[in-house]
């Protein structure tokens, strides 16, 4: 059965009690003082935020106090992981498994956000695969699961994004700046990362008067196993050295730009695609 038995969630409570006597003491006392920041009274949801730039963004979002929904499709310890470390810096999060290419399975993920914390804020449709192969030799089955999961499932995500972020709200979709690198084997994929530029711009149209924006965010190279699983140290030094800097971009060079981009700063970048690249484009 599509979307049976792929929810499960687990609440996490033990954070509830931090962000009143953070607030009380002053954001600032409580920062100084190493303490957790205080909550800003906002929630985000981050899709395929088990590991890479998802865990770092969830982290990163925790800190600058939004309650946070963990998303993972298979690794339940990780999503966990996740959650048990914001929760030892202070923050608030749940963990729900939710496969976003099951639109029933997406539904609950945003239900269970909301039985939990009471609505959603911010939305950064992160969840995403890799397959690479020349066309001549690409499988049915990997054409099939890239588009399933990274434009069929990030639709479902912008679709419920659209129906349920508050005012004056955030979302994200995650591109690649291989939309303009190009590369040969990146067909399939870097054309289900060009549908997320597009949907973020329609959307940002169709949300007009409610002060949310929405951006899509085209990462380069990043240090996770999407980018490394399958290349030869050679290959991954290669791509690190045609960037400026000389180096892979880390999950949390991503999270920092999507922060600033959730963040009161960012409310005038709306429709566009924002490349954190390093400058390898
Ligand atoms: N790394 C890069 O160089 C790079 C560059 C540009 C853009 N991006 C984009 O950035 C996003 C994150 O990439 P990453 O490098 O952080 O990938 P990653 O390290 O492989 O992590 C992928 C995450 O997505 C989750 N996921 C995969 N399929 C899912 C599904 N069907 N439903 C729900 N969750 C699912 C995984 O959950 P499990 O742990 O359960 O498998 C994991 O949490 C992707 O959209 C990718 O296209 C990455």
């Known amino acids: 059965m599509p979307g049976q038995n792929k929810v499960q969630r687990r609440t996490v409570l ?7 006597a953070a ?26 935020s088990s590991r890479g730039i998802g865990a770092a963004t969830a982290k990163r979002l925790a800190r600058d106090g939004y309650a946070i929904t963990v998303n993972c499709e298979k690794n ?8 048990r470390e914001i929760e ?6 749940i963990w729900v498994q939710a496969d976003v290419s099951d639109p029933d399975a997406v539904r ?25 192969a020349p066309f001549r030799d690409m499988a049915d089955a990997d054409v099939s699961r890239m588009v399933d999961v990274n434009q069929k499932g990030s639709f479902f995500v912008l679709r419920e994004a659209a129906r349920r972020v508050r005012d004056g ?34 959307l940002a149209k169709e949300l007009e008067g409610r002060m949310i924006s929405v951006n899509a965010m085209a990462p380069g190279v990043v240090n996770t196993t999407l ?18 800097h000389k180096r892979l971009g880390e999950p949390e060079d991503i999270a920092d730009t999507i922060a600033a981009l959730c963040s009161g700063d960012g409310a005038w970048i709306n429709g566009q695609t924002v490349f954190a690249n390093g400058g390898i484009v």
């Open 88 to 93: 030892a810096a202070g923050g608030r999060a």
């Open 14 to 20: 033990a954070g509830a009690a931090w962000s009143s």
């Open 76 to 83: 339940r310890d990780l999503a966990a992981g996740v959650v």
């Open 227 to 244: 980018f490394t699983d399958g290349k030869t140290p050679e290959q991954i030094a290669g791509f690190a050295a045609r960037t400026p």
């Open 108 to 132: 609950r993920l945003f239900d269970e956000n909301e039985r939990a914390f009471g609505g959603v804020d911010v939305v950064v449709s992160n969840a995403g695969i890799m397959r690479l």
């Open 23 to 48: 607030l009380a003491m002053g954001a600032a006392h409580a920062q100084t003082a190493g303490h957790a920041p205080a909550s800003n009274g906002k929630v985000a949801i981050v899709t395929g």
């Open 169 to 202: 709200g955030r979302i994200l979709a995650l591109s690649s700046s291989i939309t303009q690198l190009r590369s040969p084997t990146y067909g399939p994929y870097a054309a289900t990362k060009a549908a997320q530029e597009l949907f973020a711009n329609v």
